[in-house]
């Protein structure tokens, strides 16, 4: 997409103003040349016969027809149901020709046109065909130009958007037609419809109510038989395999991700391909030879849809919002942080424009959407030395509503881990600020020194006044199984006592190892460390030794959480990728001699490997402190684990944020100096001993 804002009807969204278009994904030459048609039979009109079972139907390809079960079916074990006979034809009344019509004779989603029908007058409402594994791909499945669609919605007053009529429950399916991704027989989640739900959405101009609840299975999965057959797959695997903290959330009180986040999904389409795509992403990752193609087709279609919602002008919803934020949520994951800022400002505009301060408090999708904003408001805030979005008062008020249900709530531990949280939250926001005013020149460095100090002694005080409960000896991990000993290859112990603590209070340790990690990241924006790296503040004592032996500890900190994370078999799923921008800032921190540097290296490959990928001015600039400008490529001698799905991942992030750059250079500029102080766990010394570049 070209880098100009986009023209009116759009400028009132921020996200179109300074900010390009989001830039699609699009086919490889090598993807749009994959399959190519025989010669000789591109021009040939191809016949689509009605006769096929419903199986081959539903997946558009090819039946041959065998009865009872056609090879497909056979071949991929899928149940194999053929259309009814058609009934004898009732006598024709000459005087009643329009009453013999009747709702069995309507035109429903599979019925047909006629034999001589043409494939293409579906390929704008069916899904790509969905091959076995000894099937060739046709040239269709490659193809990123077209997303999947619904199936078109009966016309009927009674229908909802997503085909289903309300009020009623879903039909029939075949339990064979959604197998589980691991290859076990599928989940009686998918296969049992549940009662339809009472509930009618939130009604128009409160935008803030809770979300309507939606039927579920008796297994308490959200019913989405009604949907394809792949959307239910991985819905299936997002609901089984995604948690918060895929998300960068230590907590989740409400269980927003699981249920409320689906059920809004089920009725904003927009906000479902982005769920799908994010789903389809993290199953890819996890697969060796995965292929990323289905979540480049839904992550377009997510985009497609919501840009014409925004074309037409309809009111903000939370569909909108929370379409907005998984987008922005993806784009982290492929270390795209550029093109997420366009997403973060469309966000803002959406955002204040449904809730306040006060009544985001009041819902759990409210106090979410400025959970989920907030944390991409901060953080790019901070690294970029810029003015949070939020006023200071959206996170206040979030601590006190925290901290009046701990107190109505003694024994409910969430309550005070999503206090905890809150508060953070706003000490990060007064760091934020403070660096922006000191980057604009907005205080002497006499007035920058003692604001940071202040907060340096707030951010203990944050550390020191958690709520006993949080540390609980009963919850503490005292011993992994199987009593292992640390590998010579490690720098910490990640299986010493007291490191990890078991839900409910697994989030105290991923807390923690925030604070260490922003102990670290504000004693490098320090006076001392400007002084270090030649900027303001040179009449100030640089850093001194001891200094550093305490930044150490941090770091060392930091490195022994995330590897007991790492290692301990009942990790919760995701809960790596919260501390992955700990581990960045432990590495600027830490000796530079080939132990540690190899420690690094393997904790990115790893990260990478499960899908957060590293920003390339994050590569560049540790490949720079190491002194080893290969690792700007890859983290492992030899491309150890270099996949070509990452590859190709590597390379798609990588374009994305070289045409997005071009229009952000000023943010740009402030993150780099952000970085260039970020090499005080080393003296000039130690730099040039280990061959790193000196600031």
């Known amino acids: 997409m070209g880098a100009a804002p986009m023209p009116s009807p759009y400028q009132n969204l921020g996200y179109f103003t300074g900010f390009p278009e989001p830039i699609m994904f699009n086919a490889t030459k090598a993807q749009r040349t994959r399959r190519k048609s025989a010669p000789g039979l591109d021009h040939i009109k191809h016949r689509r016969t009605r006769s096929g079972c419903y199986t081959c139907r539903s997946r558009r390809v090819k039946c041959d027809e065998t009865h009872p079960i056609c090879e497909r079916c056979r071949k991929g074990k899928r149940d194999c149901v053929y259309p009814e006979p058609p009934a004898p034809k009732a006598p024709k009344s000459n005087d009643s020709k329009e009453s013999s019509v009747g709702p069995s004779q309507q035109a429903s989603p599979t019925s047909s046109r006629g034999d001589d029908d043409d494939d293409e007058t579906e390929k704008d409402t069916g899904l790509d065909p969905i091959m076995d594994e000894d099937e060739d791909e046709p040239q269709s499945a490659t193809s990123t130009t077209s997303a999947p669609n ?20 879903p039909g029939p399916r075949q339990g064979s037609e959604t197998p589980s991704f691991d290859g076990k027989s599928s989940s009686p989640g998918l296969s049992v419809g549940g009662a339809p739900s009472s509930h009618t959405p939130a009604a128009a101009g409160v935008p803030y109510q809770d979300m309507p609840t939606i039927a579920t299975t008796p297994t308490g999965r959200p019913d989405w038989t009604f949907l394809p057959h792949e959307l239910q797959c991985y819905l299936g695997y997002f609901y089984d395999n995604i948690t918060h903290y895929h998300y960068g959330m230590v907590h989740d009180a409400d269980d927003f991700f699981r249920s409320m986040l689906l059920g809004l999904a089920m009725r904003h389409e927009a906000l479902l391909y982005a769920v799908v795509g994010f789903a389809a992403y993290h199953h890819a990752m996890k697969n060796p030879n995965g292929r990323i193609h289905e979540f480049l087709q839904y992550y377009s279609r997510s985009v497609t849809l919501l840009l014409d919602c925004l074309k037409k002008k309809e009111k903000y919803s939370l569909g909108t919002l929370f379409t ?107 760091m934020a600020l403070l660096y922006a005013r000191n980057a604009k020149r907005e205080m002497s460095e006499e007035e920058y020194a003692a604001e940071h100090a202040r907060l340096g002694a707030l951010w203990d005080e944050w550390k020191n006044s958690w709520d006993p409960a949080l540390t609980d000896p009963a919850y503490r991990v005292d011993e992994f199984p199987g009593r292992p000993t640390p590998s010579p290859e490690d720098i910490v112990n990640p299986f010493a006592p007291g490191v990890l603590y078991r839900p409910p209070l697994f989030a105290t340790p991923l807390l923690a190892c925030e604070y260490h990690s922003i102990v670290l990241l504000h004693a490098s924006q320090s006076p001392a460390a400007a002084a270090l790296g030649g900027g303001c503040g040179k009449g100030h004592q640089a850093i001194t030794d001891e200094d550093r032996a305490r930044l150490r500890e941090h770091a060392y900190a930091v490195c022994q959480i995330s590897e007991a994370v790492e290692l301990w078999p009942h990790s919760p799923p995701g809960s790596l990728f919260i501390l992955q921008s700990c581990l960045a800032l432990a590495t600027l921190s830490l000796p530079r001699d080939q132990k540690h540097c190899m420690w690094f290296r393997r904790k990115f490959a790893m990260l990478e490997s499960i899908g957060y990928i590293t920003p390339v001015a994050t590569r560049t600039r540790i490949a720079e402190l190491l002194g080893d400008q290969s690792l700007a490529r890859w983290w492992l001698p030899n491309d150890e684990g270099f996949t070509p799905l990452l590859q190709n991942i590597r390379a798609i992030a990588d374009e994305r944020n070289a045409v997005a750059a071009a229009t952000q250079q000023e943010s740009l500029r402030q993150i780099r100096r952000v970085f260039s102080r970020m090499n005080l766990g080393q003296d000039r010394g130690e730099d040039a001993a280990s061959g790193a570049t000196p600031e």
Request: charged share 20%; with cysteine.
């Open 324 to 430: 907005i934020l998984q987008l922005a949520t993806i784009e982290e994951f492929l270390g795209d942080w550029i093109n997420l800022m366009g997403h973060q400002k469309a966000a803002l505009e959406v955002l204040t424009n449904l809730f306040t301060p006060q009544t985001a408090i009041q819902t759990p999708a409210g106090r979410m959407a400025v959970i989920w904003y907030g944390r991409f408001d901060l953080f790019t805030s901070v690294m970029g030395s810029l003015k949070p979005s939020l006023p200071r008062d959206w996170y206040s008020a979030q601590i006190e509503y925290f901290d009046s249900r701990a107190a109505a709530e003694p024994h409910n531990v969430g309550w005070k881990i999503e206090s905890c949280a809150a508060g953070l939250r706003v000490v990060s926001m007064d």
């Open 150 to 169: 619904f199936p078109p919605p009966r016309r009927s007053s009674t229908t909802s958007s997503f085909g289903r009529p309300r009020g009623m429950a």
